[in-house]
């Protein structure tokens, strides 16, 4: 479904991503875990094209998107939870909901995701009319998480989605993570610090280290890696 | 070599331009007749866009230049500036426009001379227009809250107060680039005066007389020189219609002037030679005159020269007092008004 | 460090938003040397009760007393963030707040501003004591930034640290105001489990070497179980337990809001 | 052939762009239109010709993101490497200083006055920028201070007959007091609230001075100031632009030195600190009060004493001196010159007012020139001329070694 | 009472004009956070080219209501389209750059503009043309309020109504709003940003062009300084109601009229813009985000 090959990213002069090549299939759920500064966001924002690659190419069901503006890429059914959950801030719970399905025109289908969402996750039901930015950090999460569903996406990109929230919250993500691909059929490619549940949900991996894929595997075999174990699942 | 300095770029161009023009035509002349005492005439202009500080700056690149004799400067504020730099440095400074009265009246620049008529003598003009020829008890006196503008409104209300014929109800100063005019044109008309006096330039003059003519208010409307001019015209339209305003004394009756604007038509291909090209083509003769006459370039030989020699110009014979301030038939102020879109002395 | 004082007293701590109510009657206190956990649901009002503490925001009622471990006891309400720090508690922020394009050693540096005095006119003429207390102040940040780890980027901007490294920055530049109680809001949050468990022994010395009283507030229930000597649950504003980490690890009521069933071994 | 295409477009969008201002004057009193169809040839020439020179410049602006020598390490600007190499720096600026000191010697008194507005606003600019730069507050009515210090001087000057020396403290003084009224009820602000705000003040200083004629003597101004003396001996107009350029290039050596210093004492940081996070920093233990009050008090002190060897200078003023525009010429000082940066902003300070002096030949062209000069180099420099370069701690080194 | 009213119409007429170009300024601010300098020259370019169309139709004998129509119609299209180049070459390279440098290039782009029509047309002032003809309904209170006046302030009203509308119902404005917001985020939904830029930018223009055509006929000249008086005022109107408000920019502007009108009528006129300043510093003092600005959400 989606495909990187040897893709290079810059920031100016420093080089965030070297030779990645990542392969999602239809219906998975694939994870990339790695140390802070690995790469793993700019990977996200390269296949959204907000940091264009260097070199090197991504394909989306076939179609070659690298180089595209976003307003192209997304379209095409890729959404993502971007790191740092930048919700609007002024904007209120709902009308962040609704700049989710910004490229949406189906007004009773719209709603009735919103009904779903608020089924997901009550809380946002209740601060309906609350501005954004004035939410808790985990309510913002789950905000991010809702506005990205919001758009029916076909491949979920989530970018550190237990990210400061309670372990019950983080739970109910994960949980509504395999739901969402469950049900839906929604690829979702994670990148998460909690490798360890991480691993859990995917079914493959891969371990990214200063901007290089070093490793690819099942979720399993990764789980059951003394390497991995070593570096990132804090196990001795 | 003659240093021309004045605004010759930014908004203000086109009271510099003119006399940048008219000391080129003069020079030519004189040139083409075998110079002055034998030397060749040459024009170096320096643009000062009528603010002091560039002012300063014109003032010593012509002084290290080694200009001969000043025009300029075109407004007050910049010849104020600049003056102390040319006395310092010797230099006779003639001003074509510059009509701010302490110039030449505070004594404190020997070096100074003009062309024109002062501000202190419009005032007063305007004043005796008003109470003798309009007769108007009551009038509002506005100006542009600029140097010159309010100048000639203060001057306006002191000749008026002390002549006691004419009571100042409402002295204010407005914006000359706001965009309306309203209220202060309601106050006017709660004042109950029976005329206005304007002092300032004509984008302010036209505006607020227009403004008054669309509220259907028809009393006279009575403003100064920097007004009374072709633009005025241009900008009001048909509101202008009836205004009174003082102006430089019309030589374009003079033979001189004739000849001189004829030429400007040759070399600039038209005859409107715009604002203060008279004053400046006379200045420019009256300093190669003194020159001629003195036969010396040096300071002293000129100063003296200007003071004792008459001149020739096109603003008729030129003589100058103590002071510096030219005395002539064409160096005054006469009132004109508008008749059917055209200035037309009022006798 | 026997009969502890108690060096900071929340009673009765309410804050309103317009009409939400974002804590409602805490209480809350932290005895000279202990680490205190305050957990709970995303939205339960641990990060308004910090800043209430810490004077940004400023509290709807309620008291809180600092008292320092020699004795002297002062209300905070109504101070100002900047006073409260003079006063001897120092913070860290739940989304990073570095100073982006200064050093790490400055970020560090400006830390130690209320603890120093030099004006203009000794930064002007650099007469002996300004230099003195410059070197001072020097020093004391690199001494800070080796004891998080941070000492091989001193000239590195702050803004080109990786988070985690961020995170310990921020605890560095608060250490520099010279605390005795120290606040971290979420200081593992982004952190893989080995960072965070760096960070548990960091937090250890703190209290230890600098002889420091800790507040914390995390989600990482391995880190609050393994390091707290006491834990503060908050829900919807209001605190619904309070406890050893075992006891508050075992309490119904934490569970269901906050834990969830499995939640121990996670 | 893309390039063309490119060019080609541009060139047509121009030609449309510019076709009724450029092609076409009317006289509505006269009825009479007038077509000048070569100007629409000469636009869309330049333009054609001009979109290369755009695009080449702005693949070389990308370029420069990523430019890197062949071992690899990013290529450092050569004002940058000038501040890293302290010998080469050194004996540059000796140069300079040199220069400077022999400068009234060698060149007209035109020359030395030009030089000394350049100086002058080299101190406008590094006092602006101890606000702008350095605490991060947008001060839009910086002339306002600047008027204060010239009109101390001005009046005390008339009134009193007070000296330059007397004065000049008293003026910065007046202008420091400013500065303080100004910053205590703007200190809540942020932001673009803020740079209105003293916009406005800077309007109503402005205004002031020219409507309250009894004070101020209006929009006629004060003239006939007296210049500097030297040990009471009166100066010819000659040997007072020297003295006055001589007296410039010590309050610049003043301006650096002081601004150096303060840069990276405990102030400057916690300045820089209040810049880059207001909450953060107030929570660390700063006085945001006190610390933006010193920045607005010694931003306006140095505006002050410009202003009094401005009105020395000119020995007349009047308010036009003191527009909005001036304003924002010594904003664009600071910010071409790359805010924080003494070298950019002493360097921009220059460019700002030499330009349009010696742009003089281009005579009506050089505003539009100057104008363009100043979009096209924050286009292509939007950081400054000089990248402001924090102090880096070299005897950590040694610390290191013995630690 | 009379005078009241007379002076409260003044007011009106004033802060409608002030109005008109705040609008354009407070959309864009609203949306880049810029201080767009040069908006004000975008309004007198309107103007120019308003004068240009006048010109050429007048010489070839149109009636003045269809010149007005016509001017109207092309000032939008030139000032839209200086609009959108401007934020081409000026702006958009500089987005992710320091904050001051954007401004900059705006006060640059600023005299550039004002150089280019001085040299491409005439430094002096120009005579505007009175399209709009007096209505004959109103001829008996002509004294108050001209028909002029009247058009702009009902021209004035209509384009705060419309824009808000747009901004708040129609899928271009939720975009708008997103991407003042957060731009990277409003990307990653797929909305495109630079289109949104460009259009804000020509919305903002047109609303100047209006401006420009409909103020020059009110003062009956026009300069090529006109433009920057006007855009500080403008500004300034925008900053008081909250910038980046669009009711606001329009309360701003209003505030802004009347405060100088009643100060000339009851006070002078001397002082009025130290008046409309000062008002400014007192109001924002006590509302630091403007009249119908949002205190910015920090949560800390
Ligand atoms: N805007 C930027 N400008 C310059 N460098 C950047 C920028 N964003 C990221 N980088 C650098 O690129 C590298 C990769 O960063 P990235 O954010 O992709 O890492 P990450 O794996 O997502 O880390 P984290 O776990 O902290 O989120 C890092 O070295 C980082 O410093
Ligand atoms: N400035 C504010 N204005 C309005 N509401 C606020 C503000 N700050 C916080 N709140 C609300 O107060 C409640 C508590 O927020 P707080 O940030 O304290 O939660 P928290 O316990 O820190 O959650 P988390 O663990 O997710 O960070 C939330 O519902 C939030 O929406
Ligand atoms: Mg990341
Ligand atoms: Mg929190």
Known sequence: MLELKNVNAHYGAIQALRDVSIRIDQGEIITLIGANGAGKTTTLMAICGIVPPSSGTITFEGKAI??????????????????????????????????????????????????????????????????????????????????????????????????????????????????????????????????????????????????????????????????????????? | ???????????????????????????????????????????????????????????????????????????????????????????????????????????????????????????????????????????????????????????????????????????????????????????????GAEGVVYGGYHPGASKLISQMRKKKIAIPFLTDEGVQGPDFLKLAGNDAEGAYATGLIDVSGNAMYKAAAEAHQKAFGTAETGLFFAQAYAATQSLLNAIDKAKSTKYEDIMKALHTETADTCLGKIKFNAQGDAQAEGVGFSVYQVKNGKWELNK | MSAKTIVLEVKNLSMNFGGLRALSDVDLDILQGEIVALIGPNGAGKTTCFNC?????????????????????????????????????????????????????????????????????????????????????????????????????????????????????????????????????????????????????????????????????????????????????????????????????????????????????? | MEGFKKSLLACIWFMFLTFPLVVIRVDTAEKTVQWRWMHMLWVGLGAFLLSYVWRFMLK?????????????????????????????????????????????????????????????????????????????????????????????????????????????????????????????????????????????????????????????????????????????????????????????????????????????????????????????CVAMGVDRMKTKLTAFALGATWAGMAGVVFAAKTTFINPASFTFMESAMILAIVVLGGMGSILGVSLAALLILLLPEYLRAFSEYRMLLFGATMVLFMVFRPQGLVSSERQRYEFKETKESQG | MEYFLE?????????????????????????????????????????????????????????????????LVVAVVYCSAYGYTMEKIAYKPLRGANRLSPLISAIGMSIFLQNYVLLAQTPNFLPFPNLIGEFEFMEDYAHILGSANLVIILVTAAAMVALTLFIKYTRMGRAMRATAQNRKMAMLLGVNVDAVISLTFIIGSSLAAIGGVLIACHTGQINITIGFIAGIKAFTAAVLGGVGSIPGAMLGALVLGFTESFATGYISSDYEDVFAFGLLVLILIFRPSGLLGKAPTQKV
């Open chain 2, 1 to 191: 070599k003659i240093g021309v300095a004045g605004a010759h770029s930014g908004d203000l161009a086109s009271y510099g331009l003119p006399a940048v023009n008219a000391a080129k035509l003069v020079a030519e002349k004189v040139n083409a007749q075998g110079g002055v005492n034998g030397m060749m005439v040459e024009v170096q202009a320096e643009d000062d866009q009528c603010k002091p500080e560039m002012a300063t700056n014109a003032a010593t690149k012509l002084v290290s230049d080694k200009a001969t004799v000043i025009i300029g400067h075109i407004c007050s504020g910049a010849t104020k500036a600049a003056l102390p730099i040319y006395k310092a440095a010797n230099l006779v400074v003639m001003s074509p426009s510059a009509t701010n009265p302490p110039l030449t009246k505070s004594g404190e620049f020997p070096n100074f001379f003009r062309t024109i008529a002062t501000d202190d003598e419009q005032g007063p003009a305007l004043a005796a227009f008003a109470a003798n020829k309009l007769n108007l008890k009551k009038v509002a006196i506005i100006h542009d809250k600029g140097d010159y503008g309010k100048g000639v409104a203060e001057f306006c209300k002191a000749a008026m107060e002390k002549a006691g014929k004419v009571k100042v109800v409402l002295f204010e100063g407005i914006g000359a680039d706001q965009v309306d005019y309203a209220a202060v044109i309601q106050k006017i008309k709660q004042a």
């Open chain 3, 53 to 266: 503490i810490t004077g940004i925001y400023d509290p709807t009622e309620g008291d809180i007393l600092l008292r320092s471990p020699q004795g002297k006891g002062v209300r905070l309400n109504g101070l100002k963030p900047n006073q409260v720090t003079e006063l001897g508690m120092a913070r860290t922020f739940q989304n990073i707040r570095l100073f982006p394009s200064m050093t790490v050693l400055e970020n560090v540096m400006l830390g130690t501003h209320c603890r120093t005095k030099s004006g203009i006119l000794g930064a002007i003429l650099r007469d002996r004591k300004t230099r003195e207390e410059e070197v001072r102040v020097v020093n004391k940040s690199y001494e800070l930034l080796k004891l998080v780890g941070l000492d091989h980027h001193v000239n590195d901007l702050a803004s080109n640290l990786p988070y985690g490294a961020q995170r310990r920055l921020e605890i560095a530049r608060a250490l520099a105001t010279d605390p005795f109680l120290l606040l971290l809001d979420e200081p593992a949050a982004g952190m893989n489990p080995n960072e965070t468990i760096a960070l548990e022994q960091l937090v250890m010395r703190i209290r230890d070497e600098l002889d420091m009283s800790i507040l914390l507030i995390e989600h990482d229930m391995k880190m609050v179980m393994s390091i707290s000597d006491r834990v503060h649950v908050l829900e919807y504003g209001q605190k619904i337990a309070e406890g050893t980490p075992a006891e508050v690890g075992a309490n119904p009521q934490v569970i269901k809001a906050y834990l969830g069933e499995e939640a121990v071994d996670a």
């Open chain 4, 60 to 280: 070389r602006k990308a370029m420069g993101r990523s430019a890197t020598n062949p071992d690899g390490t990013p290529v450092v600007p050569f004002l940058q490497r000038l501040s890293a190499n302290p010998p080469l720096a050194r004996s540059i600026m000796a140069v300079i200083a040199i220069g400077a000191l022999v400068f009234p010697w060698l060149f007209s008194t035109y020359q030395t006055n030009i030089m000394i507005s350049a100086m002058i606003y080299i101190v406008l600019g590094l006092g602006l920028n101890i606000v702008v730069g350095l605490s991060g507050q947008l001060v839009l009515g910086y002339a306002a201070f600047y008027a204060a210090g010239a009109y101390s001087y001005a009046l005390l000057n008339h009134h009193f007959g007070l000296g330059f020396w007397t004065a000049l403290p008293l003026g910065a003084g007046a202008a420091a007091l400013c500065g303080i009224i100004l910053g205590i009820p703007v200190l809540r602000l942020r932001g673009d609230y803020l740079a209105i705000v003293t916009l406005g003040f800077g309007e109503i200083v402005r205004l002031v001075l020219e409507n309250w004629n009894e004070f101020s003597m209006g929009p006629s101004g004060v003239s006939g100031i007296s210049r500097p003396g030297l040990f009471s001996v009166e100066l010819s107009v000659d040997g007072a632009t020297t003295y006055i350029y001589y007296l410039m290039i010590g309050l610049v050596a003043l301006t650096i030195f002081v601004i150096n210093r303060l840069k990276n004492s405990r102030i400057g940081r916690a300045w820089l600190a209040l810049r880059e996070d207001e909450i953060a």
């Open chain 1, 66 to 236: 690298q180089g595209q503006p976003p307003d192209r890429i997304v379209p095409l059914g890729i959404s993502q939870v971007p790191e740092g959950r930048l919700i609007f801030p002024e904007l209120t719970v709902i009308e962040n909901l609704n700049m989710g399905a910004f490229l949406r025109d189906d007004k009773p289908e719209i709603k009735r995701d919103m009904d779903y969402i608020f089924d997901l996750f009550p809380v946002l039901a209740e601060r309906g009319t609350q501005r954004g930015g004035t939410l808790s950090g985990g309510e913002q999460q789950m905000l991010a998480i809702s506005r990205a569903l919001m758009s029916r996406p076909r491949l979920l990109l989530l970018d550190e989605p237990s990210l400061g929230l309670a372990p019950l919250v983080i739970r109910q993500i994960f949980e509504i993570i395999v739901k969402i691909n469950k049900e839906r059929g929604t690829t979702i490619f994670l990148v998460e610090q909690n490798a360890n549940l991480a691993l859990k949900t995917a079914h493959r991996g891969y371990v990214m280290e200063v901007g290089r894929i070093t490793m690819s595997d099942s979720a399993q075999n990764l789980l059951a890696d003394e390497g991995v174990k070593k570096a990132y699942l804090g196990l001795t």
């Open chain 5, 7 to 71: 002076l409260f119409f003044g007011g009106l007429t004033r802060g409608s004009i002030y109005a008109l170009i705040a609008l354009g300024y407070t959309m864009v601010y609203g949306i880049i956070e810029l201080i767009n300098f040069a908006h004000g020259e975008i309004y007198m370019i309107g103007a120019f080219t308003g004068l240009i169309v006048a010109g050429v139709l007048t010489a070839m004998g149109f009636p003045a209501l269809a010149i007005l129509a016509v001017a």
